[in-house]
């Protein structure tokens, strides 16, 4: 019997690695002059109201995922609806994640291997590790003993690199007009503080309604951190235009490790690093859409859809060879996304708080 | 067997296949290791590029020796391509520890030059950029290694010997060049290196100052004398009136710039505090005794409280480019004013720069001196 369902620890866990992709693979924006941290800021603190939405519906339902709850809250035609762009939606961030990471890894590696079989690598493992006896709870189990050694890693060799950084770097504070400040504050939100989304899609342990907000919020503070530490020292290192014209600026101040001509060339952990990360966010994406397409199709089993899924994810993310196509999607997608992170979430929020006495007669209120 | 284990297994065994990442192995032996690279201005073509690289023994304790390798080509890429083509091998400039440029292409833009070298996925941004001063860049990689094997190694190590005596640390590697190139508010600054004769027909290299860019075009050098003034730290010879000249070490100093907007004039004032010690007996002309504490500490004083302006005069007038960063700094430390007046304002030329300088003495090592 598949496991499906999350400790508050083990979600926190996936949810810290989730956000942590972004620290190598960039997906966020940044300013060309500087004040990209304090754009950061501004996304977070965002990201933290959406949460609490989040964090608001699912405490009236902590026995069920979202599908569940779209049914019963918007109906069966709109929930369906709202349930099929759910699915989509972690189809979605499994195919960026994916793209992204092959593109990674055919830039920085594996130039002649080729794109299927690294994709498949990374694919193949998340729909097989889902599938298993174990299940996500088994990937929950890894994170939280993986997180904090990622985190530390992560840690150990920035510090290495002090005598590369230049405060100096970051001043003046904000160099960059207001506009385009908001501009990159609603592309973070929406390519890394939004997708968190997709945990509403997971079961958390539903002994207390409020567990789902205590990792939400534990892993806000935590990746909150992670994501304004790294801007600043990777800008205090490289210096802002670096930064913002390099594809993978944190990679690439990695790579700068040189203690001693001893500890050098740290590359191969700087990977491992990203490939941990990524694919939790893989399996979260594939994991989550599977699960919504057993529950609105006649075909119930969330193994076959978890299959079918992975097939889709690995073919989109690997059949153009231009690599900039899905990070130019991700930039025309943005306002498609929210539709998911916000719009869904509040129409829930509202129909929830509106329809309060009347759902709390019925039994899907614990 | 289900048909999802089925699945599971087909999956492991093409997860095992991927596993091995077959397509891009290659062996040490199939690569040409390039250590450092000269790029000069060709007649023909536009450059000719001159690889050091490593010739690996056949032998069990794998000897590399240095075999330098030439090509002509109109691009960067196709002049590396074709220095390695007679080798049969595989170009890898991961461990490139320098790439020098002569004077003539640095004189006309290094930008499409490094461009290749920030791009390349091999490349470490760690590599140091130098320029060939009044030699060709190829002069400076050929037999010019005096204590190892690789010139490359060499010009790498003494030069970053050297920056341990000064701020000037991370200036010389690619990522502070690129960030420089592309800040439009800085100026690249690259280590300059002449050739030396010695004895029996040899030669060498040795540092001969620091190059500065306007954009990615050269302009001049800072010269020796200046660089510890410009660096912060490093090995002085100050005259010192009659008792000739002193030569002090550096050990530690900190500058800590103050600017002040009046009567629409930038004033900057640097703070310099910095220990010294001596690094012989006395001076040139007199023992340690002859000559107080108090002596040294004015002499230094004065030297540096002269030459810190004097910079600013040789940049003004000689290079013509901005290299103490008089706006840049400015810009960093107070934005709304530098808003208000740049475009209007030359702060290279209108700029007053002065400079105080606090001194400690450190000692003299193992002698006593007279108070």
């Known amino acids: 019997m598949k496991k499906d369902i999350l400790s508050v620890r083990q979600t926190f866990s996936i949810m810290i690695l989730f956000v942590s992709s972004e620290l190598i693979l960039n997906m966020g924006d940044s300013l060309k002059g500087n004040g990209t941290w304090i754009a950061i800021l501004i996304a977070r603190l965002i990201t933290f109201l959406v949460i609490l939405l989040y964090s608001y519906i699912m405490s009236y339902f902590p026995d069920k995922d979202i599908f569940d709850v779209n049914k019963v809250v918007l109906g069966n035609v709109i929930g369906k609806i709202a349930s099929i762009l759910f699915a989509l939606y972690g189809i979605y961030v499994a195919v960026m994640c994916s793209g992204n990471v092959i593109s990674f890894i055919k830039l920085v590696t594996l130039q002649k291997t080729p794109i299927i079989i690294i994709g498949s690598l990374f694919v193949g493992w998340a729909a097989f590790s889902i599938t298993t006896q174990g299940g996500i709870e088994a990937g929950g189990r890894i994170a939280s003993t993986t997180w904090f050694i990622t985190v530390g890693i992560w840690l150990f060799f920035i510090l290495m690199l002090t005598k590369h950084m230049d405060f100096d770097n970051l001043l003046p504070i904000l160099s960059e007009p207001i506009e385009n400040v908001a501009r990159v504050s609603y592309r973070h939100f929406s390519v890394i503080g939004g997708d968190l989304v997709l945990f509403m899609g997971i079961l958390i342990d539903p002994s207390n309604k409020n567990n789902r907000r205590k990792a939400y919020i534990g892993s806000f503070f935590i990746t909150g951190i992670l994501l304004l530490a790294n801007n600043i020292l990777i800008t205090a290192i490289l210096g802002t235009y670096v930064n913002y014209y390099l594809l993978y600026p944190t990679y690439t101040a990695l790579s700068l490790v040189n203690y001693a001509n001893f500890i050098s060339r740290i590359e191969l952990f700087t990977s491992l690093l990203l490939l941990t990360c990524t694919t939790a966010k893989i399996v979260v994406g594939i994991y989550v859409a599977g699960k919504g397409l057993s529950k609105v199709t006649k075909i119930k089993s969330h193994n076959f859809w978890v299959y079918f899924v992975a097939l889709v994810v690995l073919f989109l993310s690997s059949y153009s060879k231009d690599r900039t196509l899905l990070e130019k999607i991700n930039r025309e997608l943005l306002w498609a996304k929210n539709i998911v992170q916000i719009v869904i979430p509040l129409i829930l929020a509202i129909a929830i708080t509106i329809k309060k006495p009347k759902l709390a007669q019925s039994e899907l209120i614990q | ?371």
């Open chain 2, 1 to 371: 067997m289900t048909v999802i284990s089925k699945y599971k297994v087909v999956l492991i065994i093409i997860l095992i296949i991927s596993l091995t990442g077959c397509w891009d192995y290659r062996e040490m032996i199939e690569y040409a290791d390039i250590v450092s690279i000269a790029i000069d201005e060709g007649t023909e073509s536009r450059y000719i590029i001159t690889l050091e690289g490593k010739k690996f023994s056949q032998s069990i304790d794998i000897e590399a020796k240095a075999v330098i390798y030439s090509g002509k080509a109109n691009s960067v890429l196709d002049g590396l391509r074709s220095a390695i083509k007679q080798t049969g091998r595989v170009l890898y400039i991961g461990s490139v520890r320098a790439i020098i440029i002569s004077e003539d292409i640095a004189k006309e833009g290094v930008r499409e030059v490094l461009d290749y070298f920030i791009r390349s996925n091999q490349t470490r941004l760690l590599s140091g950029l130098y320029i060939a001063r009044g030699t060709t860049a190829a002069s400076l990689i050929e037999d010019t290694s005096m204590y190892s094997e690789f010139a490359g190694y060499e010009i790498d190590e003494a030069t970053r010997q050297i920056e341990l005596h000064g701020s000037y640390q991370n200036e010389n590697n690619l990522f502070s060049i690129g960030d420089r190139l592309l800040d439009p508010y800085k100026s690249p600054l690259a280590t300059a290196l002449e050739t030396r004769d010695l004895p029996l027909n040899k030669k060498t290299f040795s540092i001969a100052g620091i190059a500065c860019f306007n954009g990615d075009r050269l302009v001049g050098y800072i010269e020796k004398d200046f660089i510890p003034i410009f660096g912060g730290n490093g090995v002085l010879s100050i005259p010192c009136d009659d008792y000739g000249v002193v030569s002090l070490n550096i050990y530690k100093s900190k500058s800590k710039r103050s600017y002040e907007y009046k009567n629409n004039k930038v004033y900057l004032n640097i703070d310099v505090k910095m220990e010294i010690s001596y690094t012989e007996n006395g001076t040139n002309k007199y023992g340690i005794d002859e000559i107080t504490k108090e002596e040294i500490i004015g002499h230094v004083i004065d030297y540096f409280e002269l030459n810190i302006p004097a910079l600013h005069e040789y940049a003004k007038k000689e290079l013509q480019t901005d290299v103490l960063e008089i706006e840049e700094f400015f810009r960093k430390y107070h934005f709304s004013t530098w808003k208000k007046i740049e475009g209007t304002y030359d702060f290279l030329r209108d700029t007053q720069v002065e400079a105080d300088v606090e001194v400690i003495f450190r000692g003299a090592g193992q002698f006593q001196l007279r108070e």
